[in-house]
């Protein structure tokens, strides 16, 4: 999914106690018998998404990236994984509201740090490079902080980067390239990155997006 598909200053989402109650009460008909196998909670959560996305936009997809390996090594905390969080019909859809909700805060509190991170337009390619570093060194510290560093929480992070970027007005795929060239698989699942690892990041995805290194002492 872009940025231009999740950035919420570009889709407006309207919640209040009567869209709570028609779409919990849709989500509620939905879930499955109680003896349900696995397809069928996974259909399931399918059914949710689509729902959800014909109704709000496309940024709600993310409302089950949850944190760890049941939810893909998310951010979400109202949700696990089918098995576990598809129960009885009235908890489930709670379940299924809160966690939408808690995606939507996520991607308003991005936009924001994007802002305030983002360099300046009038930039030079040094003082570009220095807040590129800075900017990717807070986004990963966010990232390892919101998800523990739990199973595939790399994922999210070369996501939340690539959102940056393109946030910044870079096309999605030379975004995507340059947080893959500056990560190269060295953060790892079930492991918190040592800082002077987050910094080389940060530091790499800098040179290599301007030519120039970042001056720390700014």
Same mark, same amino acid.
């Given at each position: 999914?872009?940025?231009?598909?999740? @950035?919420?200053?570009?889709?407006?989402?309207?919640? @209040?106690?009567?869209?709570?109650?028609? *779409?919990?009460?849709?989500?509620?008909?939905?879930?499955?018998?109680? @003896?349900?196998?696995?397809?069928?909670?996974?259909?399931?959560?399918?059914?949710?998404?689509?729902?959800?996305?014909?109704?709000?936009?496309?940024?709600?997809? #993310?409302?089950?990236?949850?944190?760890?390996?049941?939810?893909?090594? #998310?951010?979400?905390?109202?949700? /696990? /994984?089918?098995?576990?969080?598809?129960?009885?019909?009235?908890?489930?859809?709670?379940?299924?509201?809160?966690?939408?909700?808690?995606?939507?805060?996520?991607?308003?509190?991005?936009?924001?740090?994007?802002?305030?991170?983002?360099?300046?337009?009038?930039?030079?390619?040094?003082?570009?490079?220095?807040?590129?570093?800075?900017?990717?060194?807070?986004?990963?510290?966010?990232?390892?902080?919101?998800?523990?560093?739990?199973?595939?929480?790399?994922?999210? /992070?070369? *996501?939340?980067?690539?959102?940056?970027?393109?946030?910044?007005?870079?096309?999605?795929?030379?975004?995507?390239?340059?947080?893959?060239?500056?990560?190269?698989?060295?953060?790892?699942?079930?492991?918190?990155?040592?800082?002077?690892?987050?910094?080389?990041?940060?530091?790499?995805?800098?040179?290599?997006?301007?030519?120039?290194?970042?001056?720390?002492?700014?």
């Amino acid at each position: 999914m872009p940025w231009s598909a999740a @950035d919420p200053d570009r889709v407006p989402f309207v919640w @209040d106690e009567e869209e709570a109650s028609r *779409t919990t009460a849709e989500i509620t008909s939905m879930v499955p018998v109680a @003896d349900a196998g696995w397809q069928e909670k996974h259909r399931f959560i399918h059914e949710v998404t689509v729902l959800l996305a014909a109704r709000y936009g496309r940024w709600t997809c #993310g409302w089950h990236w949850a944190v760890g390996e049941g939810g893909g090594g #998310g951010v979400v905390g109202s949700w /696990c /994984c089918a098995s576990h969080s598809v129960r009885e019909p009235a908890a489930t859809a709670a379940g299924v509201v809160a966690s939408l909700l808690e995606w939507r805060d996520w991607l308003e509190e991005l936009a924001e740090r994007f802002q305030q991170l983002a360099p300046p337009a009038e930039a030079d390619a040094e003082l570009r490079s220095w807040h590129l570093e800075r900017a990717a060194t807070r986004l990963v510290t966010v990232v390892v902080d919101r998800t523990g560093a739990e199973c595939g929480w790399y994922g999210l /992070c070369h *996501t939340v980067l690539t959102w940056f970027l393109s946030s910044t007005g870079m096309g999605p795929e030379d975004a995507r390239a340059a947080v893959e060239a500056a990560i190269g698989g060295r953060f790892e699942s079930w492991t918190t990155p040592p800082r002077p690892l987050v910094d080389t990041v940060g530091e790499d995805l800098a040179v290599g997006l301007t030519g120039e290194r970042p001056y720390r002492e700014r």
